[in-house]
């Protein structure tokens, strides 16, 4: 059974930082694109960030350019999200997502997605 756990969230300051990891585990993500969404209230879940599977490449939501960094390790079967110069209007869930399609795109749409993880809450206070 594949699991996604995020974990990293919480509670910080505008301008502060976060560093968001994603753990998985039940199968290898080696040759898939991940990623991560984001969820506010009342709104849709959106793109934030992705990275390819070699980690050449990655793609980044143009709110979170210059701000936001996405990495992987292969060898823990992760994903992170660096999160700098926080502002209020990033408070969401964040969601960790690996693409469904082997080799994929970092244009990463939420159709796009087979595995979600549980979310973890960010809160940045002004």
């Known amino acids: 059974q594949v699991q996604l756990a995020e974990s990293g969230g919480g509670l910080v300051q505008a301008g502060g930082s976060l560093r968001l990891s994603c753990a998985a585990s039940g199968r290898t993500f080696n040759r898939y694109v991940m990623g991560w969404f984001r969820q506010a209230p009342g709104k849709e879940r959106e793109f934030v960030a992705a990275?390819?599977?070699?980690?050449?490449?990655?793609n980044y939501a143009d709110s979170v350019k210059g701000r936001f960094t996405i990495s992987r390790d292969d060898n823990k079967n992760a994903v992170y999200l660096q999160m700098n110069s926080l502002k209020p209007e990033d408070t969401a869930v964040y969601y960790c997502a690996v693409d469904r399609n082997i080799l994929g795109s970092v244009r990463l749409d939420r159709a796009l997605v087979g595995y979600w993880g549980q979310g973890t809450q960010v809160t940045v206070s002004s």
């Open positions: 990275i390819s599977w070699s980690a050449s490449s990655t």
